[in-house]
């Protein structure tokens, strides 16, 4: 989810904790709780850092190793070192066991994300991505705002959560029935698919599509059960060049590739230099395809240049590489 929602989630999480008796006794305990909360709703995404990098590391590594099972244990005691000294009289085991809650709905409903999480580390390195909700969704964050507007007028903030948490239930399984309706039309619209990658956006009923068959990707988007195929590619299986094996070692076309799970591919050859490009096709924005890796490389397939993120237009990605063709 978005650094919004997350904090939101936070306070949400203070809230649930009075109606724990322990804590609804002690101010000490309800005060780092509710602090402790909201650094336990955003400590996951601290590897947002790795973007000052580069593109690569954070694509790469963002909701990865601190997202997984490893890091859900550390980080409330990684809190607790730094929170418990200014509130000693706090009760310890209950502002851990809150703390942990925060840290595990912040990993839990990143999961339903498009984006996904590496939630299984160590186990497996798999990418979870349920892709029912958008990154950001009005519904979800609203009705906290909701429920902290009623806790700003004294409502009991446990049960007003309780109440919300209660329709976000709901709201999720009326969300995986709508992406469910969704797969069905496209498998009655292209029968052969073996894959349906369906990507939630900002509305409630639109969502893109990536279709891959044996023979084809589609790039479709859905409005209900209405199917649009805006685009069709022959899947044509990445060739066993030189150049491409070349452009593997490049860290930004491995981080893409470790990334995306459909996409097409392009070679150009100039006079003095070659161009790898790869699209993933899950982003189709006003006909454009903005996430990229593109790695150019000289006569003796050399490395000169590469990139991979989200461009727009193909000037920017000129500049990014910093050598624009004839």
Known sequence: ????????????????????????E?????QSILIASLIGSQIPDIDTVLKLRNNAVYIRHHRGITHSIPAVILWPLVILAVIYPFFPEA????????????VILHVFVDIFNAYGTQALRPFSSKWVALGVINTFDPFIF???????????FDFHPGYTFIAIYFVIFIYYLIRFQVQHAVKTAVKKRIPNAEKIIVSPTIKFYQWRLAIITREHFYVARAYGRSITIFDEYKRVEIPDHAVIHAAKHDKNLAAFLSFSP?????????????????IDLRYRS?????????VQLDNEFNIVGSYTGWIFSEEKLRKKLEIIPD
């Open 26 to 30: 002690s101010t000490a305990t309800s």
């Open 1 to 24: 989810m978005d650094t919004g929602t997350h904090v939101v989630m936070g306070f949400a999480i203070g809230g649930l904790a009075t109606l724990d008796p322990v804590v609804a």
């Open 91 to 102: 009760n310890l085991l209950h502002l851990w066991l809150w703390t942990f809650g925060a």
């Open 262 to 278: 459909v996409y097409r591919w392009e070679i150009d050859e100039y006079e003095d230099f070659y161009e790898v490009k790869f």
């Open 286 to 294: 006003n006909g454009h395809y903005p996430f990229v890796a593109v």
């Open 142 to 152: 609203g009705i906290h705002i909701v429920g902290l507007i009623l806790w700003g």
